[in-house]
Each structure stands twice: as C-alpha cells, then as structure tokens.
C-alpha cells in the first residue's frame, strides 16, 4: 500500500497559480489511479482531477481548463497546476490513490484565494 504526502498549498489571489504536489511511498505507485478531492467548509468532497496509470486524465467541469493533473513515476509523484484560481476554489485539497476497491489518502492541503 502506498503512502501520500501533500505539499504546495497556501494563500493566493484571485487569477493566481500554485501547484499540489503528492509524494507517493510503498509499494508501486505506478500501477495506481491518483488524484484530487477538495473539500470546502459546508460542502461535500468533491472529485477535482484524476489520471490512470495510462495517462487518461478527467476533470470536474469547474476547472476544466484551469487545472492540470500529472504524474511522473519516476519520481512516484503527482501534481496538480491550479491556474487562474477563483475564490470558489478556497478548500483543503486531498491527493488519492486507488488500486481496485483500495484507496489511499493523503492529509490534506489548503488552498485558500482571497482578495
């Protein structure tokens, strides 16, 4: 089982950039769905971005264009790039991984936009 730590979060104004960082460690990273929840005060966690093994990425229609997700083996890392980011984005951010029925999670970052 993989283990995920989260790093890059923090305050940024509105149109801003960060980029997430998710550090994998264990067994092989390569061989796992990774990706991004967020979840806002009072909201569900909802689905950011995700990408196979293979590269196939999906995006939530609210930052299609914006964000993009991707990994490198290599370096059993993931990202996600954060452009243009909006108010609405403000949440703590939680990377996955997901092997068959096992998911993985990370402890979370916040991402907070203000202007």
């Known amino acids: 089982q993989v283990q995920l730590v989260e790093s890059g979060g923090g305050l940024v104004q509105p149109g801003g950039s960060l980029r997430l960082s998710c550090a994998a460690s264990?067994?092989?990273?390569?061989?796992?769905?990774m990706g991004w929840y967020r979840q806002a005060p009072g909201k569900q966690r909802e689905l950011v971005a995700s990408?196979?093994?293979?590269?196939?990425?999906n995006y939530a229609d609210s930052v299609k264009g914006r964000f993009t997700i991707s990994r490198d083996n290599a370096k059993n890392t993931g990202y996600l790039q954060m452009n243009s980011l909006k108010p609405e984005d403000t949440a703590v951010y939680y990377c996955?991984?997901?092997?068959?029925?096992?998911?993985?999670w990370g402890q979370g970052t916040q991402v907070t936009v203000f202007s």
């Open positions: 990408i196979t093994s293979g590269g196939y990425t």
């Open positions: 996955y991984a997901r092997k068959t029925i096992s998911t993985t």
């Open positions: 264990g067994r092989i990273f390569s061989t796992y769905v």
